[in-house]
């Protein structure tokens, strides 16, 4: 996968997620492009387009786009499984997930993709791996407070 | 409550304050320094300002602070910080890499991973050359946990990507392909996509991965749903994992082990199977998931392309998917049939489904689908379907979004001209592409079709007919009238007996376009009316005084200008019979390579794959790659013979494979004097190449379309030897080639040529 991009219905970007090295300038300006050819497809087309070279996986989520740029030899299908395996596991997470949840809870959103996918490979499929994970960073930082407090 | 839009516009116009944000945001220095758990909510704060879209200069270096903090939290959002906004600060990269490497050696894991994590997510050069031999070792040793083992593995596949040459093979790479046989299944995916990329740019050293991938994938495709827990999807055994085995498959070519390759083949079939059975779930995420084993698998059977039972089942199977209610299957089968349509045993079965194909391109409402649907009807095309696909093409044409227009009128051009018996349909497919999409029409399509009408007698005088005819129309394109021009100019002839097309009829049906032409055009309709007065002496004086009007004479264009002056100066002083020898029919072109497929390639990019070029490449021969020859057999370059052994390459058979022996174009090159030799010029390409052998002693000294003629010097003290190899560039036979090498006179004297 070379970036992943989440975005509302008005084009505000809430996550992204870049795994290739690239410019400032040109991940605004592709972000910007992107965002545009996706929110002006309608409902009922398929969820696969031709961008540039790449492929482009999209899915809607309530109010929110979720979109992956893959490589030609890329499985679409699976990308889409992606997609939702990545929603199920914020869904998990903050129980019952909403775009609020994105935006306040970046910091989380973005642990959780990274102990999902790393490098733009699928590093973990177990839903119960990577919210364990996740749990015990929780756990970590919970220890860690409650120790400072003591300590002060 | 709160929208969330409302809260933006809050945030916003707290950073757009006169005096910026920065007030809010002081990290104090020295004995007041913040402690540990504010530095992370500042740094925090600051990147989501950075996510927002605002650009950050500031807080770098705490962020870097942070990384060496006890607290797992604060290396975190340290670790955050740095992955999001790089810096190419080298003080700051030095201490990173400390505080990463310092993470790496504790034996602590979650430290580890974090750090894992960061190198992947940066994936710099730096980092690639401090950490490029550690993460090996940490991929393989026995202790190290599955799930740093994990990121590991794809931390490594990243700095892999982007510095390829800092992470050299070594012993580690046989103890990774047995990762392929671990417990955990997580360590089994991150390892397969490692070992992917590697085996594409070393496949030797990961051979082994092979027999090991497909026993791991029989095991996934034939387990019970139970057994592998939560690596189960929806009912779906490790779809992940089964996506990447066959990805890495797809990197080798069927195994030789008939065990090996047995169990792979009734793995697929298997996988085929279950597509056919009702599915377990209603959810749409258990078809996507199973399908997407399924599309993976067909990718393998089409790179194999060794089983023709496989083959045609995954047809079949695709063919049922054309017809599926949700699109997006719709779209997968008909880009994997794209590829299946090139295989020679499945090709005919793919041609079953051309019914399907075009009643898709008819009827899809989304254009991604339709696009695709033309690019299978290109890649099925042969002989027995060409006019029914080419017709489709051209009614798709007339309703297809501009965006597209180009390249279908690349594609219907080739088509035509690839497959066509008669040539007549030929002529007719190009006038009607000109007439649908004329602007999209390129200058390759209509050359072509003018280089075809000229070489082939039977379809002249058709074509002149149809062009006349088409001129007709009220609103015709401008590049129709170029084309008409050019032919009626040729062959207005062929039609002038009728008394529907006489001369004159022709000539006014011309001019009658004239002034709606741009430029080019009105150059190519004088050259049209000049090869009139040659062919129609009676609309002679009709056309001498159209040149002789003030609009041609005083043409504020300088080529039309001198066009009607020259033009009007012939006609008026040339005899018929000059006039004849100067305006005769263009001679038939020489065969050469389709300008059209290289545009087509240009702008599909390499990937497109097309079995036509292989037909269409020429035989052109690389003369330099010849081999060494004798010196004494440059006298047989010099020999007449026809079938002289030209650079004693064994004998040489007609077949355009090797350099034939003769040619009639002999061609006079002297290598050593200047301009003052009295043989015939050098062709004006060949000064370039002339000056290369300043600093060169090999090179191609001079090619035109038929000949192409290299050099290879050597020189030792005081003498030199040089070989000279003549490449024939058309298809055809040299006959009587007649080399000949002069040296002139002023240079005799102070060189001694041997020949």
């Not at chain 2, 992955?83 to 580890?112: C, G």
């Not at chain 2, 695709?372 to 379907?385: G, T």
Request: charged share 20%.
């Amino acid at each position: 996968m070379q970036f992943m991009l989440l975005f509302s219905r008005q084009g505000k970007l809430r996550l992204q997620k870049w795994y290739v090295p690239l410019s400032d300038k040109e991940k605004k300006k592709i972000t910007r492009e992107l965002v545009q050819t996706v929110l002006a497809r309608k409902p009922k087309m398929c969820s696969f387009l031709e961008w540039r070279d790449l492929k482009i996986v999209y899915k809607r989520y309530a109010s929110l786009y979720f979109c992956c740029a893959i490589e030609d030899q890329d499985n679409e299908l699976i990308t889409l499984e992606i997609i939702h395996r990545y929603v199920e596991l914020l869904d998990k997470y903050f129980g019952s997930v909403c775009e609020l949840d994105i935006i306040f809870n970046f910091e989380k959103a973005y642990f959780i993709l990274d102990e999902f996918l790393l490098g733009g490979e699928v590093q973990e499929t177990s839903k119960k791996n990577v919210l364990k994970a996740i749990e015990q960073a929780d756990l970590l930082q919970e220890v860690s407070y409650l120790g400072s407090w003591k300590e002060n | 409550m709160e929208t969330v839009a409302q809260r933006e516009e809050k945030f916003s116009s707290f950073l757009t304050l006169p005096t910026g944000y920065k007030p809010f945001f002081t990290f104090p220095v020295g004995d007041k320094a913040l402690d540990g758990y504010s530095k992370k909510k500042y740094v925090c704060k600051l990147l989501f300002i950075f996510l927002l879209g605002h650009d950050i200069d500031f807080g770098h270096m705490e962020a870097v602070n942070l990384l060496s903090s006890n607290r797992y939290t604060e290396k975190q959002i340290g670790y955050l910080f740095i992955s999001v906004l790089v810096n190419s600060n080298s003080e700051l990269i030095r201490l990173i890499n400390n505080a990463i490497k310092n993470d790496l050696a504790s034996r602590n894991p979650t430290f580890m991973g974090l750090a894992l994590h960061c190198i992947a997510n940066v994936g710099s050069r730096e980092m690639a050359e401090a950490f490029a031999g550690e993460i090996p070792k940490i991929l393989v040793a026995g202790d190290t946990m599955d799930s740093v083992k994990q990121s590991a593995a794809l931390c490594l596949l990243r700095l892999y990507r982007t510095s390829p040459d800092l992470v050299p093979m070594g012993d580690w790479t046989s103890r990774v392909v047995h990762l392929l046989n671990d417990q955990h299944l997580g360590v089994v995916t991150a390892a397969t996509s490692l070992i992917t990329t590697l085996a594409q740019k070393n496949p030797e050293e990961f051979k082994t991965s092979v027999s090991l991938a497909v026993s791991r994938l029989s095991r996934i495709v034939t387990s019970a749903s139970t057994d592998l827990q939560d690596y189960t999807y929806y009912f779906v055994p490790a779809p992940w994992l089964s996506v990447k085995l066959l990805r890495l498959l797809q990197c080798y070519p069927p195994p030789e082990d008939p065990a090996v390759r047995g169990r792979l083949t009734e793995c697929l079939e298997t996988i085929l199977n279950k597509a056919q059975e009702p599915p377990k779930s209603k959810k749409v995420q258990h078809s996507n998931a199973k399908n997407a084993v399924l599309f993976e698998a067909i990718s393998l059977i089409i790179h194999h392309d060794s089983e023709p039972n496989l083959l045609v089942r995954a047809c079949n199977q695709l063919g049922q998917f054309l017809q599926h209610r949700e699109t997006n299957l719709r779209y997968l089968a008909l880009e994997s049939m794209c590829t299946l349509a090139s295989s020679e045993f499945s090709h005919e079965a793919v041609k079953t489904h051309i019914e399907t194909v075009i009643n898709a391109l008819k009827t899809e409402r989304d254009v991604s689908v339709r696009q695709r649907a033309v690019d299978l009807l290109y890649a099925m095309c042969d002989r027995s379907n060409a006019q029914q696909i080419v017709a489709e093409m051209l009614s798709y044409l007339e309703t297809a979004d501009y965006s597209i227009r180009e390249e279908i009128v690349l594609k219907v051009a080739i088509l035509a001209e690839k497959y066509a018996v008669d040539y007549t349909w030929y002529v007719d497919t190009i006038l009607n592409l000109i007439r649908i999409a004329g602007d999209y029409v390129s200058e390759e399509v209509w050359y072509r079709v003018i280089q075809i009408v000229i070489n082939r007698d039977d379809v002249q005088g058709y074509a002149a007919k149809t062009v006349f005819e088409a001129l007709q129309a009220p609103a015709c394109h401008e590049n129709l009238v170029k084309v008409g021009g050019y032919i009626l100019g040729e062959f207005g002839n062929l039609i002038a007996g009728d008394p529907r097309s006489s001369p004159l009829i022709q000539f006014n049906l011309l001019h009658s376009k004239f002034h709606l032409c741009s430029v080019p055009t009105r150059a190519l309709l004088l050259s049209t009316y000049i090869k009139f007065v040659n062919l129609f002496p009676e609309v002679k004086a009709t056309i001498q005084d159209v040149l002789r009007s003030d609009s041609q004479l005083k043409n504020a264009d300088v080529e039309l200008q001198q066009r009607a002056v020259e033009y009007l100066r012939l006609s008026t002083v040339a005899s018929t019979d000059i006039l004849a020898t100067v305006l005769e029919e263009m001679p038939p072109f020489p065969e050469r390579e389709s300008s059209i497929l290289a545009k087509l390639k240009k702008k599909k990019g390499p990937s497109t794959v097309t079995d036509l070029e292989e037909s269409k490449r020429e035989r052109s021969i690389d003369v330099n790659g010849g081999p060494e020859p004798v010196p004494a057999s440059t006298s047989a370059a010099s020999t007449p013979s026809p079938s002289a052994d030209l650079l004693g390459l064994g004998a040489a058979p007609p077949a355009p494979t090797g350099p034939p022996p003769s040619s009639g174009g002999g061609l006079l090159v002297d290598v050593f004097s200047d301009s003052a030799s009295a043989v015939a010029p050098l062709a004006p390409g060949s000064e370039d190449n002339f000056a290369r052998f300043v600093c060169k002693n090999n090179g191609v000294l001079f090619e035109n379309q038929l000949l192409q003629i290299g050099l290879k010097s050597e020189f030792r003290q005081n003498l030199g030897r040089m070989f000279i190899f003549y490449g024939n560039k058309t298809s055809t036979q040299f006959l009587n080639f007649t080399p000949t090498l002069i040296c002139a006179d002023d240079l005799q004297a102070n060189i001694l040529v041997y020949l």
